[in-house]
């Protein structure tokens, strides 16, 4: 599976940004699909997962409540809408696959495509 990233960019503090991950291939509507983030000098983080069919999503504690993940099977993209934006949301994010399906299990994805950079200021 290829994925790109894209919709990042420069931010005020407050802002929103909507990400965007574009799958290859036929059967990304049986994956569940993530976004994570990793910003200088830190590990990469899990912040947003969601299921197959969109059924169930999963948000780290970090951004619960500002950022939502979706998508779209006939588009084979997903999304993470990202609002009420922080100095320290800055980082690149990427957008991955799990092939269980559930989307939950940060360490069950893989197939890490180009990230898109985000950043807030202050």
């Known amino acids: 599976v290829q994925l790109q990233a894209s919709g990042g960019g420069l931010v005020q503090a407050g802002g929103s940004l909507r990400l965007s991950c574009a799958a290859s291939g036929r059967t990304f509507n049986t994956y569940g699909m993530g976004w994570f983030r990793q910003a200088p000098g830190k590990e990469r983080e899990f912040i947003a997962g969601?299921?197959?069919?969109?059924?169930?999503?999963y948000y780290a504690d970090s951004v619960k409540g500002r950022f939502t993940i979706s998508r779209d099977n006939a588009k084979n993209t997903v999304y993470l809408q990202m609002n009420s934006l922080k100095p320290e949301d800055t980082a690149v994010y990427y957008c991955?696959?799990?092939?269980?399906?559930?989307?939950?299990?940060?360490?069950?994805?893989?197939?890490w495509g180009q990230g898109t950079l985000v950043t807030v200021s202050s």
């Open positions: 969601i299921n197959w069919n969109g059924g169930s999503t």
């Open positions: 991955a696959v799990d092939r269980t399906g559930y989307g939950n299990n940060r360490y069950l994805f893989h197939d």
